[in-house]
């Protein structure tokens, strides 16, 4: 693993790297046990690919942890799961404090139970002076419901005419979203094979890079995020460019 790490261009490095984190469920049905098992688990791969972003250097990442449409799942799941987040913030918070990492959460948090909201909200606090890597948990998002809110509110501002239609830019949407302030991810990793982006950060993904692998989230470590960035690292980004364009030395 060291020996692959090594190979890693520390100088283009994906400067925010956003994982869909998959294949739980199916990892723990592969193992005879219960959905739950598999979610326990994968705070494992949480904690490892964590440690791997940080050790390199990677500004930014956010790992989509639970969806506004994971609502919709067995009532036992779902309280499951709140129940987890709430242990593994708790458990965690020392931890992203002792290594200089901020933690960020996008989404809608009003559909959370308030004992998760209230331990989100205290993580959040701890760890906001801290100057490192910045850590953010998708938790009850989506992203059709990030940009309709953004609409609604840039909406708001020219009805009250704070805001005129004609200097409606890209920018001006973009400080509307959960991610204001962030970079876009460069590259987007989902586990577990599946090949879908599933609501996931739609407007912000315009130019990752997409890296797509079957192993589940569970087994999901180092090694395998090694792998995604070296990948990353192989491909031209043209941005709409050609490769002359791209390659031309002034």
């Known amino acids: 693993m060291d020996s692959l790490k090594a190979t890693i261009d520390l100088q283009k490095l994906p400067a925010h790297i956003a994982i869909i984190m998959d294949g739980n469920g199916r990892w723990a049905k592969e193992q005879g046990q219960d959905r739950l098992f598999g979610h326990y688990h994968g705070v494992e791969s949480v904690r490892n690919v964590v440690e791997g972003c940080a050790e390199l250097g990677v500004g930014y990442l956010t790992l989509y942890a639970f969806s506004t449409e994971n609502w919709d799942r067995p009532a036992e799941e779902v309280t499951g799961l709140m129940e987890l987040l709430v242990q593994t913030i708790r458990k965690e918070v020392e931890t992203l404090n002792k290594n200089n990492i901020r933690l960020h959460v996008i989404g809608n948090l009003s ?78 990793i989902r586990t577990s094979g599946e090949f879908r982006i599933s609501n996931f950060l739609l407007y912000q993904l315009a130019y990752a890079e997409l890296y797509f692998t079957h192993v589940r989230w569970p087994d999901f470590r180092k090694i395998n995020l090694y792998e995604a960035i070296l990948d990353f690292q192989k491909r031209e980004r043209r941005f709409g460019k050609t490769s002359e364009q791209i390659n031309l030395v002034i």
């Not at 331990?119 to 948990?137: D, K, P």
């Not at 809110?149 to 890209?170: H, M």
């Not at 973009?174 to 991810?185: A, I, N, R, V, W």
């Open 111 to 188: 559909m959370m139970p308030p004992y998760a909201r209230n331990e989100l909200q205290e993580a959040l606090t701890i760890t906001s002076v801290n100057t490192g890597m910045n850590l953010v948990m998708a938790l009850s998002y989506s992203s059709r419901w990030e940009m309709i809110q953004a609409v609604k509110t840039i909406a708001i501002e020219v009805q009250e005419g704070s805001l005129d239609p004609e200097n409606i830019t890209a920018s001006v949407f973009e400080k509307h979203l959960c991610t204001s302030g962030f970079p876009d991810p460069e590259l987007m």
